[in-house]
């Protein structure tokens, strides 16, 4: 089993940042992508990003590309979500995720093995 525990979500002005970490434990960390997903009131949970094991390939909602990044130090099995400018439409809650993807499955969290209980963000306008 992976316990993911999320961290860092609060409120916000339109046009500030945060930085979201989600701590592993548990068994090995080791070979899993990890993965962001975000839900908003009434709406369905959507993919906002994910890096690979290595740490070499990174993806993201075209809604959040350059304004949101993902990165993960294995040592202390940790990923964090940076997000910059952010807008009120990015509130919600948001997941971390933890599974072994591929890029055509990466966007669908049915296909990731543990999760996160979440950690609200709210930005304001």
């Known amino acids: 089993q992976v316990q993911l525990v999320e961290s860092g979500g609060g409120l916000v002005q339109a046009g500030g940042s945060l930085r979201l970490s989600c701590a592993a434990s548990g068994r090995t960390f080791s070979g899993y992508g990890m993965a962001w997903f975000r839900q908003a009131p009434g709406k369905e949970r959507e993919f906002v990003a994910a890096?690979?094991?290595?740490?070499?390939?990174?993806y993201y909602r075209d809604s959040v590309k350059g304004r949101f990044t993902i990165s993960r130090d294995n040592a202390k099995n940790t990923v964090y979500l940076q997000m910059n400018s952010l807008k009120p439409e990015d509130t919600a809650v948001y997941y971390c995720?933890?599974?072994?993807?591929?890029?055509?499955?990466?966007?669908?969290?049915?296909?990731?093995?543990?999760w996160g209980q979440g950690t609200q963000v709210t930005v304001s306008s």
């Open positions: 995720a933890a599974g072994v993807f591929t890029i055509l499955t990466m966007t669908q969290w049915d296909r990731y093995d543990y």
């Open positions: 890096i690979r094991w290595s740490g070499a390939n990174t």
